[in-house]
Nanobody
Framework: EVQLVESGGGLVQAGGSLRLSCAAS????????IAWFRQAPGKKREGVSCISSGDGSIRYADSVKGRFTMSADNAKNTVYLQMNSLKPEDTAVYYC???????????????WGQGTQVTVSS
């Protein structure tokens, strides 16, 4: 019943922007932390950002701070990731996931979306 569906990935030039969406269903959206992770081929899955269920506070990985912005529309059960000033090293499959607490540790999340590919060319 729980579903997380990412969309919005694509191919973009370095310095460009993309906006990812994560549509959630099958659970009470506002009761859980939602996070964005990414994984490039041959690399570990790393946390990008997450939003807390309680106060809505957001945390970011240092690698994306100042360039990426996470937001949530609770009425639409959707989380967004606005990615600006994209770099080739941002190339990865981007996933959204849910947890009880807002962390950037992938092992703490119990449900994951299928991922959406982001490719940044130089």
């Amino acid at each position: 019943e729980v579903q997380l569906v990412e969309s919005g990935g694509g191919l973009v030039q370095a310095g460009g922007s993309l906006r990812l969406s994560c549509a959630a269903s099958g659970f009470t959206f506002g009761d859980y932390a939602i996070a964005w992770f990414r994984q490039a081929p041959g690399k570990k899955r790393e946390g990008v950002s997450c939003i807390s269920s309680g106060d809505g506070s957001i945390r970011y990985a240092d690698s994306v701070k100042g360039r990426f912005t996470m937001s949530a529309d609770n009425a639409k059960n959707t989380v967004y990731l606005q990615m600006n000033s994209l770099k080739p090293e941002d190339t990865a499959v981007y996933y959204c996931a849910k947890d009880v607490l807002c962390t950037l540790v992938p092992g703490t999340y119990d449900y994951w979306g299928q991922g959406t590919q982001v490719t940044v060319s130089s």
